[in-house]
């Protein structure tokens, strides 16, 4: 059974920074042969947004408003955990923040949804 778990959430001044990781379990080389690890996120009132990816090949992408202040890593020692550091961070970053894993065996995906991590940007 595929789990995620996202961590690192709170609160932080405008200008601050802070991290938030999300850890994989469940996936197997039976069971993917590709996969890809997103952070999405939601503010109040408006649709969700993708922010970042991190593919098994760990290659990345970003939104490109986003891309000079938000990183996404795999963890050093944990593969299957991903982070997502956030530098000078405002009020518009304040969000709920959901990590997203796509895999891929033989052609089919499959999609998971953590439970979300609160973010919020506030003096």
């Known amino acids: 059974q595929v789990r995620l778990v996202e961590s690192g959430g709170g609160s932080v001044q405008p200008g601050g920074s802070l991290r938030v990781s999300c850890t994989a379990s469940g996936v197997t080389s039976q069971s993917a042969t590709t996969s890809a690890i997103n952070w999405y996120r939601q503010s109040p009132g408006k649709e969700r947004e993708f922010v970042a990816t991190i593919t098994s090949g760990d290659s990345t992408r970003y939104e490109e408003s986003l891309k000079h202040k938000f990183t996404i890593t795999r963890d050093s020692v944990d593969m299957n955990t991903v982070h997502l550091q956030m530098r000078n961070m405002q009020p518009e970053d304040t969000a709920v923040y959901y990590c997203?894993?796509?895999?891929?065996?033989?052609?089919?995906?499959?999609?998971?949804w953590g439970q979300g991590t609160q973010v919020a940007v506030s003096s």
């Open positions: 997203n894993l796509v895999t891929q065996k033989d052609g089919h995906y499959k999609n998971y």
